[in-house]
């Protein structure tokens, strides 16, 4: 008696370690997988790019999913900026047509909408039924709720109640991230745009300096009565003042300034 006891409890310790090691090998699975999503969105570079490859890994990722869009807000107005089918872009035209749908309410609200049942359910009356006709049952909208980023990404079925919770929480992961990534790289935009203008703004200071130099020099004038001849010339040609002394470097041409109390400082 004691030895059957003692063999089953040894084969109860052999099935728990067992149990336990298979959870945690599919923790790890799961864990490594997500990090290769994250990797995958964050080395995506701009918003648009980073958006289509969340939309492309919801389908591969997200075993319910057949279908993956995504929504954006630009000020005040919401658009369609990636698809992985021409019957998602039909699908979120309709709802960004009708103005309802659980994507729309998902960007609006900052919560995750979905609807089982698309053709039946009453929330969105005119978009529902039509989704439904074009094929599409279940919704799964997520919002991408990130500083500096405002959208969602959707997910679709052709049946209805097809998605559970691990679709749900594999789709929540990936919309935050995918919404993070997004930030990143408005930041990063930010940032270049910035640098760009600066660099700009370095040049232009050069350009007129030249431009100066060479009208002091040339007819032995003050630097403000340089810098004013450049102006006015920027404003009787109607160009920007950089133009103005780009061209009077390149030619050594007098800019003209349709003033006769200017022309006075080219007088040989």
């Known amino acids: 008696m004691l030895c059957t006891w003692v063999t089953t409890k040894r084969g109860a310790v052999d099935s728990t370690e067992h149990e336990t090691s298979t959870i945690e090998d599919s923790a790890i699975a799961s864990a490594n997988a997500f990090t290769e999503v994250a990797r995958a969105l964050f080395l995506a570079g701009r918003v648009e790019d980073i958006l289509t490859r969340a939309v492309d890994l919801s389908v591969v990722t997200i075993e319910a999913c057949e279908f993956a869009g995504a929504f954006l807000l630009e000020g005040d107005e919401v658009t369609a900026r990636a698809c992985t089918d021409p019957i998602v872009a039909e699908v979120d035209a309709l709802q960004l047509r009708t103005g309802e749908g659980p994507c729309l309410d998902a960007v609006a609200h900052r919560l995750p909408s979905y609807a089982s049942e698309l053709g039946t359910d009453t929330r969105w009356p005119n978009f529902g039924p039509a989704a439904a006709s074009l094929g599409m049952r279940s919704l799964l ?81 003050t630097g403000d009565q340089a810098f004013h001849i450049l102006r006015q010339a920027s404003q009787h040609l109607n160009v920007k003042l950089r133009e103005v002394a780009q061209d009077l470097i390149d030619t050594g041409e007098r800019p003209k300034t349709g003033s006769p109390r200017s022309a006075r400082y080219f007088q040989s």
């Open 141 to 221: 909208a997520i919002p991408m709720a990130a500083p500096g980023t405002s959208g969602a990404i959707n997910l679709y079925a052709r049946y209805p109640d097809a998605f559970g919770v691990i679709d749900r929480a594999r789709g929540l992961l990936l919309a935050s991230m995918a919404g993070f990534a997004c930030s990143a790289a408005r930041l990063h935009e930010d940032e270049e745009r910035r640098a760009e203008n600066l660099h700009a703004a370095l040049v232009t200071r050069e350009l007129i300096g030249q431009a100066q130099g060479i009208l002091i020099e040339r007819e032995r004038i």
